[in-house]
Nanobody, 130 residues
Framework: QVQLVESGGGLVQAGGSLRLSCAVS????????VGWFRQAPGKAREFVTA????????RYADSVKGRFTISRDNAENTVFLQMNSLKPEDTAAYYC???????????????????????WGQGTQVTVSS
């Protein structure tokens, strides 16, 4: 059973930075693409960014392009989300999710869709004050 644990959330002022981590266990880590999603109170969950298993391809939501960077360390079974120039509208619970995108699906068509990921972490809260 694949398990994901997020860490690194907290309270930061607008313009500041945070680095989230997603530690993955229970599977062959390099087989799993990982995505970050977020959900603010009263709002739907939204895609933030994703990375392929080999780390060669990434995708970002328009709202975070140029500010957020996703990366992964396959030796440490960890995915990172570096968040810079944070804005109050980035305030949300952030979740990492993983899937191998097997069975005829492709990462390129499914990476931004939360329901395509089988495994999820418990979330970490990010609060950006103005």
């Amino acid at each position: 059973q694949v398990q994901l644990v997020e860490s690194g959330g907290g309270l930061v002022q607008a313009g500041g930075s945070l680095r989230l981590s997603c530690a993955v266990s229970g599977g062959a880590f390099v087989r799993y693409a990982v995505g970050w999603f977020r959900q603010a109170p009263g709002k739907a969950r939204e895609f933030v960014t994703a990375i392929t298993g080999d780390g060669r391809d990434t995708r970002y939501a328009d709202s975070v392009k140029g500010r957020f960077t996703i990366s992964r360390d396959n030796a440490e079974n960890t995915v990172f989300l570096q968040m810079n120039s944070l804005k109050p509208e980035d305030t949300a619970a952030y979740y990492c999710a993983a899937d191998s995108f097997a069975g005829g699906r492709t990462w390129y068509s499914s990476a931004t869709i939360g329901n395509e990921y089988r495994y999820w972490g418990q979330g970490t809260q990010v609060t950006v004050s103005s």
